[in-house]
Antibody, heavy 120, light 106 residues
Framework: EVQLVESGGGLIQPGGSLRLSCAASGFSVSANYMTWVRQAPGKGLEWVSSIYTGGHTYYTDSVKGRFTISRDNSKDTLFLQMTSLRVEDTAVYYC??????????????WGQGTLVTVSS | DIQMTQSPSTLSASVGDRVTITCRASQSIGSWLAWYQQKPGNAPNLLIYKASRLESGVPSRFSGLGSGTDFALTISSLQPDDFATYYCQQYYSDSAFGQGTKVEIK
């Protein structure tokens, strides 16, 4: 059974850093396109970052240079390292699985989300 | 960057109604479009991919069509479980979501 379990969220001051983890089971994170999506309170979904099966990474403009997506293939875990956090980064962060091809794909499995609150 | 625009933002409907949500891309994305349903407190759930292909396990009352820049999601006969927020997503170039359409009880 495919499962994604996020962790690492919490309350952090502006300018701080946080690392989110997403533990996968039932498949290999290295074999699938993986994505982080966030949702600010009461708002819509926002694509944040993706890592392709080949290892290429992409980011939405507002997090470029501040967030880093990575994966640990041996532990089937996806990460999102977040630095220089801003109040507007406050959101529930979801990790999601895409297909096993070389490009982008729709997201067929999602974690339950982890809340990141950036506030002084 | 490709922008996705959904309409309407809110839709009031009754059980049994046929409802349609539209999504427009700022440039052509072929058929690289997905639709998701999200209920409060839950993660999104994939309904449709490649514009018109139904994800496994999704009821056949959901359908999608379109290509290029204009797309639509139709629910043929609205059921109580369908009151939720729906999002389109392009995955032609990186990714982007529409702002969402909330389907509420009339």
């Amino acid at each position: 059974e495919v499962q994604l379990v996020e962790s690492g969220g919490g309350l952090i001051q502006p300018g701080g850093s946080l690392r989110l983890s997403c533990a996968a089971s039932g498949f290999s994170v290295s074999a699938n396109y993986m994505t982080w999506v966030r949702q600010a309170p009461g708002k819509g979904l926002e694509w944040v970052s993706s890592i392709y099966t080949g290892g290429h990474t992409y980011y939405t403009d507002s997090v470029k240079g501040r967030f880093t997506i990575s994966r640990d293939n041996s532990k089937d875990t996806l990460f999102l390292q977040m630095t220089s956090l801003r109040v507007e980064d406050t959101a529930v962060y979801y990790c999601a699985r895409g297909g096993d091809g070389v490009g982008t794909s729709p997201l067929d499995y999602w974690g339950q989300g982890t809340l990141v609150t950036v506030s002084s | 960057d490709i922008q996705m625009t959904q309409s309407p933002s809110t839709l009031s409907a009754s059980v049994g109604d046929r409802v349609t949500i539209t999504c427009r891309a700022s440039q052509s994305i072929g058929s690289w479009l997905a639709w998701y349903q999200q209920k409060p407190g839950n993660a999104p759930n994939l309904l449709i991919y490649k514009a018109s292909r139904l994800e496994s396990g999704v009821p056949s009352r959901f359908s999608g069509l379109g290509s290029g820049t204009d797309f639509a999601l139709t629910i043929s006969s609205l059921q109580p479980d369908d009151f939720a927020t729906y999002y389109c997503q392009q995955y032609y170039s990186d990714s982007a979501f529409g702002q969402g359409t909330k389907v509420e009880i009339k």
